[in-house]
């Protein structure tokens, strides 16, 4: 099958035009809710066939559309605190084509969000019906939405036009008292935070490189957004709160003399104080407030505070605990051993030895290769082996010329090993029922008669697989080694699958100790 390179693998921009842009692409979260490449090409024509406007959750659309979305979001959630305590509506043009251009975007998304394709953790393939959606998203996010995108850009502007063209009084200060409220009632908009947490969770859901560390970046940045959010809007709130009492003379605002100072100043002055109440510093906020709505600021900037704490240390620890769960368990093991081998006072030197196989044999990572190899499929089971095993049993002349049905059948025989340095794998005149092949390492085979170094590559102890005969020299591990071995039952119980080759090898079988074979 010509595999995927784009939407689809008919299916270009080329040849489908702007509706290629709608259609699934081919990465790991689409590989891993449809399962291969053909059912995602499948899912193309699906869509295809359907012959009505919707955007796959899988799209090239889809993706950039949360990226845009995810930035004129937060760009809003840092804006809009912004203008409405510090600007006293004299944002200037360029913000108000900002926001009239956000609202005008919320707006489309809202319409958008009628035609977006939902995928859910126990489907397996994309809600694509119209009329699903409809109802999924009436019953979900449509009113939060709704609230969130109400076009109070538009009203701002509007109202703007028509008090800068009005030159009587009473008419300039009704229009003043109404531009307040409306500044006041666009704090709906910050509803629109609501979005990115959601935005963040579809960016880590349909991203191409869904891995842990991906995984892990994402709740970070998300985890300090979120805090940077709050802290913000809570300095906006210590000055915006003074502003319409009109800044009594008993306020912070007129103690630090702000009343003539930039907004970058005034900005930086309500975040310290934010910042200083939130984490219960003393410093920045000595003054007890002056009345009851001081009080309250202080009393809910200190409850933020705390909330934000706990849920940093929160996250922070399901952070930690959640990363490198492999390495956690290997440590785990290790403190049982060493409690084990204190209680049966074994010998310095022999702990010694057995914390260094646990080393060797695993890296500082517990796992099970038969647990793994029992969670994969039978073909990548294979070929997995192929990888790691498949040059080795090629070197040995009584598998050079075999059959590749053979060989494979073999390799599912197979078992990994790890020798220490100094250990003895086999011992001269001693049965043996198995036979070594080295992947890594280095060996010394010692004979009466001769002796014979063995690396990477090499094997030993074929005449006892094929006999179950003595060992005709003794070896012993050189180095730190890794082998794989075969056992005398399980080759024979491949030889009954294959009695042509048990025939061969019966008449191969020569006990010539001088032939050098262990």
């Known amino acids: 099958m010509e595999k995927l390179k784009g939407p689809a693998a008919r299916c270009t921009t080329a040849t489908c035009g702007w509706r290629a842009l709608l259609l699934p692409q081919l990465n790991r979260q689409s590989l891993y809710v449809y399962g291969s490449e053909m059912a995602v090409e499948q899912e193309c024509r699906r869509q295809l066939q359907s012959g009505v406007f919707v955007i796959h959750?899988?799209?090239?659309?889809?993706?950039?559309?949360?990226?845009?979305?995810?930035?004129?979001?937060?760009?809003?959630?840092?804006?809009?605190?912004?203008?409405?305590?510090?600007?006293?509506?004299?944002s200037g043009l360029a913000w108000e084509g900002f926001n009239v251009f956000s609202?005008?975007?919320?707006?489309?998304?809202?319409?958008?969000?009628?035609?977006?394709?939902?995928?859910?953790?126990?489907?397996?393939?994309?809600?694509?019906?119209?009329?699903?959606?409809?109802?999924?998203?009436?019953?979900?996010?449509?009113?939060?939405?709704?609230i969130a995108a109400f076009p109070i850009g538009y009203i701002l502007l509007f109202a703007d036009l028509h008090y800068s063209n009005d030159d009587n009084p009473s008419k300039t200060n009704k229009m003043m008292r109404i531009l307040m409220f409306v500044r006041i009632l666009s704090l709906i908009r910050l509803a629109r935070v609501s979005r990115l947490v959601r935005f963040f969770n579809e960016v880590e859901k349909v991203s191409n490189a869904n891995l842990e560390v991906v995984r892990l970046f994402f709740r970070i940045l998300s985890l300090f957004m979120m805090i940077f959010l709050l802290c913000h809007w809570n300095g906006c709130i210590q000055y915006f709160v003074p502003m319409l009492e009109e800044f009594p003379t008993d306020c912070w605002v007129r103690k630090e003399n702000l009343m003539n100072a930039t907004v970058s100043v005034k900005y930086s002055w309500g975040v310290f104080r934010a910042l200083s109440q939130m984490i219960a510093l003393s410093y920045g906020s000595m003054d007890a407030p002056t009345n009851y709505v001081e009080m309250w600021i202080v009393m809910v900037s200190m409850v933020s505070g705390c909330l934000m704490y706990t849920v940093l240390v929160?996250?922070?620890?399901?952070?930690?605990?959640?990363?490198?769960?492999?390495?956690?368990?290997?440590?785990?093991?290790?403190?049982?051993?060493?409690?084990?081998?204190?209680?049966?006072?074994?010998?310095?030197?022999?702990?010694?030895?057995?914390?260094?196989?646990?080393?060797?044999?695993?890296?500082?990572?517990w796992f099970q290769e038969k647990d793994v190899m029992e969670t994969v499929s039978s073909a990548l089971k294979e070929q997995i082996l192929m990888v790691m095993c498949s040059r080795l049993l090629r070197k040995v002349p009584m598998f050079q010329t075999r059959d590749e049905n053979f060989i494979n059948a073999v390799l599912f025989k197979l078992e990994y090993e790890v020798f220490l340095e100094g250990d003895a794998i086999v011992r001269q005149n001693v049965p043996g029922d198995r036979m070594f092949f080295i992947d890594h390492g280095q060996v010394l085979m010692e004979a009466d008669s001769y002796e014979r170094e063995l690396c990477d590559g090499d094997f030993f102890g074929e005449t006892c697989v094929l006999t179950k005969g003595k060992h005709l020299a003794t070896v012993k591990a050189l180095t730190d080694s890794q082998c794989f071995s075969l056992s005398w039952d399980d080759f024979h119980e491949v030889l009954d699958g294959f009695p042509d080759v048990k025939k061969d090898l019966e008449t191969m079988v020569e006990l010539d100790t001088e032939g050098g074979l262990v």
């Open 57 to 90: 959750p899988f799209s090239l659309m889809r993706s950039y559309y949360i990226m845009c979305m995810m930035a004129i979001t937060f760009l809003n959630l840092i804006g809009i605190p912004m203008e409405i305590a510090f600007l006293d509506g004299n």
């Open 103 to 146: 609202d005008t975007l919320f707006l489309i998304d809202v319409a958008l969000n009628f035609r977006m394709g939902i995928i859910t953790e126990d489907s397996e393939e994309a809600i694509l019906d119209i009329k699903r959606i409809r109802v999924s998203y009436l019953r979900t996010w449509f009113i939060p939405d709704v």
């Open 314 to 365: 929160a996250n922070a620890t399901t952070m930690i605990a959640n990363t490198d769960p492999a390495a956690k368990e290997y440590k785990s093991k290790m403190s049982r051993l060493e409690h084990y081998m204190t209680f049966m006072k074994l010998p310095p030197e022999l702990q010694l030895r057995i914390t260094n196989y646990y080393q060797a044999r695993y890296g500082g990572k």
